[in-house]
């Protein structure tokens, strides 16, 4: 284990179901990391990739151990802050609700319907208040730059849809397939279980996020294919997983070469909303990586 006081990283890879490690990373050193909002889902492996020094986290843990609801958001943004992550590329498992998205394809969500019940999606609260905007809840510069690595690398058999509406649910169980009809009803893309309370943080923390969607089933309304199991989803990432850390090894390398502007960055600027003379001393302390920036003179 390393000291994290030190290690820096400006891009960050949140690996879900199925990407629990990035396989060229060098220089690896494992970080675990404390935050005001408790552990994260994992240590943090920070090493080099494409030239850059990035900070990977398994958001369910590398053994696959917490639910989505159990997931801690809060501590995994905070922990990649910490670390100076700037863009973070977000790796998800999502099911498809429509017939031209077809398992093993890839998906560049950039808007997201919010149907969790359990999760806490804001450092804000005790005694501060912010409103953040989230009608573009992802940073399109930075889908971009996904999208254009994606498109270099021509990987065979592999279709990418550069936009999408990704529904997230709270699970754990499935949809059922009233819900999965209702959902397609609504015009969603794909539906996955965790990227919502994950744009929202980053989005406080005022870190660039994009959405990479690995598609492994057509969920449970497809009249053709069998309903979303688990056996299906890993069968599908296993054979997608080669591809994903391609594409996110050659953004990694664009990035890092020409990292773009991105309006992320300056996210809570009009957002807090209290007086500071009116904040606790205690939260002001807490959320300081946050908001110190705006309340000093
Ligand atoms: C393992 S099947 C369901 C699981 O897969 C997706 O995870 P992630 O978004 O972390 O790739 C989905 O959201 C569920 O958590
Ligand atoms: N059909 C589905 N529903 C929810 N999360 C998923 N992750 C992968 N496929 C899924």
Redesign the pocket.
Known sequence: MTDSTKIRAKIGIIGG?GLYQMEALQDVQEIQIETPFGSPSDDLIVGKLSGAQVAFLARHGRGHHLMPSDIPFRANIYALKQLGVEYLISAS???SLKAEIKPRDLVISHQFIDRTKHRLSTFFGDGIVAHIGFGHPVCAQLSQVLAEAIESLDLPDLTLHKQGTYLC?E?PA??TQAESELYRSWGATV???TNIPEAKLAREAEIAYASLNLV??Y?CWHPDHDH?SVEM?LDNLHHNAENAQKVIQETVGRLHENPPVSEAHSALKYAIVTRPEFMPEATRKKLGLLVDKYLQK
């Open positions: 179901s498992a999502v099911g649910m699970g499935f949809s539906i996955g279980m492994t089933d969920d979303v989803i």
